[in-house]
């Protein structure tokens, strides 16, 4: 995978010399024997060291570790070896960051609301402040503005603090925290985009179904509309060309299916060239290089990871590193200004991987960290990609992860709907498969129909399908397994976050026969209420939702039917409900609905809530309650029938069974 990937619209919760663990790796088992049993901390507790950033003039490196149980941010200097911490946050982990000069941007929320806070620090710890409100507004970066001439010291932020369903633009000073709106945004536009100079050339606006994309050749100038497209059409701007003229974008226009990259000229409102189209995937975007302004290369997730060189400098580069990592996955994904030292992560899907230092003047690549030194990829499971035919004839791809010595018959399974719906799974570590995996469950996760990457027509065949043929394909995917021999079918759990959640409930009220039990994570139950309480931010696309979940004022007779919440008395099997209190996507009021409805039919339900959390457990602390929660459900129902012996605490234990 592509570290730091964006998470889409209502996507699910989630949710690095030598390829391998810290110190020697055990021994591989033997095929036939199971591996020890890893302590369900070792998947979930923080890392040591992750998302690795490298200064702007290549002297320093910085990373995320723990510090009082919360993910803060560190700076080394690579000379020296010296290190700094330089942010001592208690309440959340801090998220993502960059740099900017010699400062550190960074974001973080409190209590899971979503409400994200931009803050900048000193690289020596020193002097952090607050650069957006603190309380009830949204924010994020726009533009770090980097190298952009007279705005060292300056970001453009977006925050929704004038109008709680769209984001405004403002120019902050990092270091006084000064700021000043950059838009008069009454027409209220949801979205930006700047050029190479950090000028606002673009901007959208919704009626909830169709977007206007807007013009304009200077920040002087007025905007000007100059395409409207369906929300069905995909034209997405990814930035500007580098003379400011045109821009590449990410469209299915033109009769594609497949979205494909372009070059758009802004004048002439038509596309001069394709950049990169693939027949059976959507392509995800473009990188480029900043110093020598040329694209490098475009990618696209089939069943891996897959890049498209489009220049000889970054391919010879990335041909010079393969050797050295064998068959594992790859990444270079942050440079100084000078493009000569490169960061780079590389793993697979039994490997969380290792962070590298690449110096490529000197060709010399330095492991600098394994996050998770405890995990050893030998003990750990492989994800296979699989496919199958849905009912009406959809191909259907996945993933199935097998336990590691078990014979792959009659096993227990766990079924994991990804969270979205328009997301999908991919290959690659994960460390809720790989615990289930441990335990000796087999794991199922597909890609239902709405999966992102598969094309328009695959998408849209998941409008208004919530509960319906949606849900089909993963009864589908069960039945396949069924059939293959390979899943028993009287111990088949069925366990998701968000929309996966939804689904969770849906399999157990539409299909009750088919599960034994089922753990729902922050999913929706009623899909009438889950429109009423969307976040505010979400409120101008509502007539898309509308179209692609269903209209209350049209479709109610589909929506009850599709809400699990309605449908309670068909439960027949255990359920364990997590949610946060804070969740601003899937708010608290959709799990209590599950939950009374049960128990006024006598039916007990275990239920976790956490008061300090939101769409998802960010905290170590809470990780821990609901994982070693659900891992005692599903022995106690599922149960997959061995008990390996437990993993030594002594680095480069045995690996007998």
């Known amino acids: 995978m592509r570290p730091d990937r964006s998470i889409l619209l209502l996507s699910g919760v989630l949710l690095l010399a030598s390829c391998g663990g810290g110190g020697e790796e055990p021994m591989a088992a033997d095929k036939g024997t199971p591996p020890p049993v890893i302590p369900m901390e070792d998947f979930f507790k923080n890392p040591e060291q992750v998302s690795f950033r490298i200064s702007p003039d290549g002297s320093h490196i910085s990373y995320r570790a723990p510090w009082k149980d919360r993910m803060n941010i560190f700076v080394k200097e690579l000379a020296s070896g010296e290190v700094t911490q330089v942010t001592r946050d208690t309440v959340r982990d801090v998220g993502g960051y960059f740099w900017k000069g010699d400062r550190i941007i960074y974001s973080r929320d409190i209590n899971g609301d979503e409400n994200f806070i931009v803050f900048s620090a000193a690289t020596d710890g020193s002097d952090v402040k607050a650069l957006t409100p603190e309380a009830d507004v949204r924010a994020g970066t726009l533009d770090d503005l980097h190298g952009v001439d007279g705005m060292e010291k300056h970001i453009i932020v977006q925050m929704n603090e004038r109008n709680p369903e769209v984001f405004d633009p403002w120019l902050v000073n990092i270091e006084t925290g000064e700021r000043r709106q950059l838009v008069d945004n009454s027409e209220n536009y949801q979205s930006w985009i700047t050029d190479h100079d950090g000028v606002i050339r673009i901007a959208t606006r919704t009626d909830g179904v169709s977007t206007t994309l807007f013009h304009r050749a200077s920040a002087d100038a007025p905007f000007e509309a100059f395409k409207t497209v369906s929300f069905k059409d995909e034209f997405s701007p990814l930035f500007f060309t580098f003379d400011n003229k045109n821009l590449f974008v990410s469209t299915n226009l033109g009769g594609r299916d497949k979205a494909a990259v372009v070059e758009y000229d802004l004048a002439g409102d038509t596309e001069l060239r394709e950049i990169y189209a693939n027949p059976d995937y959507d392509v995800q975007g473009l990188d480029y290089s900043r110093k020598r302004q040329v694209l490098t290369m475009a990618y696209y997730a089939g069943w891996k990871q897959e890049r498209v060189f489009l220049d000889e400098e970054t391919k010879a580069m990335y ?5 050295r990592f064998e068959d594992k996955e790859f990444w270079i994904y942050g440079e100084d200004d000078d493009e000569t030292k490169f960061m780079v992560w590389a793993g697979d899907d039994r490997d969380p991987g290792q962070y590298y230092f690449y110096d490529a003047a000197a060709d010399d690549l330095q492991e600098v960290a394994t996050p998770y030194p405890w995990l ?6 492989e994800m296979r990609p699989i496919q199958y035919t849905s009912r009406d004839g959809l191909t259907i791809h996945g993933y199935l992860t097998l336990p590691q010595g078990r014979e792959p018959k009659a096993l227990p399974v766990v079924v994991n709907p990804h969270g979205g719906p328009w997301a999908r799974d991919e290959w690659g570590y ?28 695959f998408w849209e065949a998941s409008f208004k399908q919530w509960g319906r043929a949606m849900q089909d394909d993963i009864t589908d995917g069960v039945n396949w397994l069924i059939d293959q021999g390979i899943a028993d079918p009287d111990r088949i759990a069925i366990y998701g976050g968000s929309y996966g959640g939804y689904a ?3 399999g157990i009220t539409f299909t009750p026969e088919l599960y034994a039990c089922a753990v729902d994570y922050v999913g929706v139950s009623n899909l009438f209420t889950f429109m009423r309480t969307i976040p505010p931010y979400w409120k101008p696309y509502l007539d898309m939702m509308h179209e692609m979940v269903g209209d209350p004022a049209t479709d109610s007779v589909m929506m009850a039917a599709a809400s699990p919440v309605f449908h309670v008395d068909k439960i027949q099997v255990p359920l364990f409900i997590a949610q946060g209190a804070n969740d601003p996507r899937v708010v608290k009021a959709e799990s209590d609905q599950v939950v009374e409805a049960l128990k006024e ?10 008061d300090d959390e939101g769409h998802g457990f960010r905290k170590e602390e809470n990780r821990f309650d609901f994982y070693g929660a659900m891992e005692s459900f599903l022995d106690e129902h599922i149960g997959s029938g061995y008990k390996p012996a437990q993993a030594s605490d002594e680095k480069g234990a045995g690996t007998e069974g």
């Open 601 to 610: 039919r006598g039916v007990d339900v275990e239920y976790m809530v956490k």
């Open 319 to 323: 041909a010079k590193m393969a050797p």
């Open 504 to 506: 969770t409930l849906a």
């Open 376 to 381: 050893y990829p030998s003990q750990l499971a």
């Open 430 to 457: 994960n460390p809720e498969v790989q615990m289930l995996a441990n335990r000796g469950y087999a794991v199922l996760q597909m890609n239902f129909r709405g999966s992102t990457g598969y094309g328009r027509k």
